[in-house]
């Protein structure tokens, strides 16, 4: 300790003389930097710091005190500034997670959507392919009833014919059977009335004869 009260303050006032470009700088820096600027608390701390060692070699309790004050001030600030920057990054953690969860929500969301479109478009397909499988399946249907019923209706028509044509044989049959007997009598009187004719036609010949022979014996008299 200096031994001398005038010394001691002498050696506080050059102190204060040397101290004061610092202390102007700390309140320029308060004037353009926040209160929680790693700037100023590094230059606010170096004063107190200062201020509490000159105080307790000087023995000035002022002195202490004002840089136990500075140093207390700038350790709540930088606290206050680590809980603030530690803030930030939860919030921008919290940001980037949301951002995250926002982006994932809306790939799951158009994941969502392209697979409810691709679902629509196979259902539609589906359907349509049943659809043409259907009306394929009666087409083909209609073309073997068509067929079904063409080949029944043939087969109607040739027994039809086959009847018709068993009754006209059976009409036939009865028809000749019926004029058989006409058919002999008059191929009896053809044969018959040929018959007479060859004996008229051989009388007639006769007739002749005698008729010549009758003129030839009369000739023959005169």
């Given amino acids: 300790m200096i031994g001398s009260s005038l010394a001691q303050k002498a050696l506080v006032l050059e102190y204060k003389v040397l101290r004061a470009p610092l202390g102007l700088l700390d309140a320029q820096l308060a004037q353009r930097l926040s209160s929680r600027s790693r700037v100023r608390l590094v230059v606010e701390r170096g004063l107190g710091g200062l201020d509490a060692r000159v105080g307790r070699v000087l023995g000035d309790p002022a002195l202490v005190r004002r840089g136990a004050l500075l140093d207390e001030h700038a350790s709540i600030a930088e606290e206050a500034l680590e809980q603030s920057e530690r803030a930030a990054e939860l919030r921008q953690a919290a940001e980037q997670a949301e951002e995250q969860a926002r982006t994932e929500a809306e790939e799951k ?41 063409r080949k029944r209706a043939n087969a109607r028509e040739q027994q039809a014919k086959e009847q018709r044509t068993a009754a006209e044989r059976k009409v036939t049959a009865r028809a000749q059977r019926a004029t058989a007997p006409a058919k002999s009598a008059l191929k009896e009187a053809a044969n018959e009335k040929s018959a007479a004719s060859e004996k008229r036609g051989e009388a007639a010949k006769v007739a002749r004869l005698a008729e010549a022979e009758k003129k030839k014996r009369q000739r023959a008299r005169q």
Avoid: G
């Avoid at 969502?112 to 589906?126: D, I, L, Y």
């Fill in 109 to 149: 969301r158009t994941a969502a959507q392209r697979q409810e479109r691709e679902r629509v478009t196979r259902a539609r397909r589906e359907a349509k392919q049943a659809e043409q499988e259907a009306e394929r399946q009666a087409r083909e249907a209609a073309a073997q009833k068509k067929a079904a019923a």
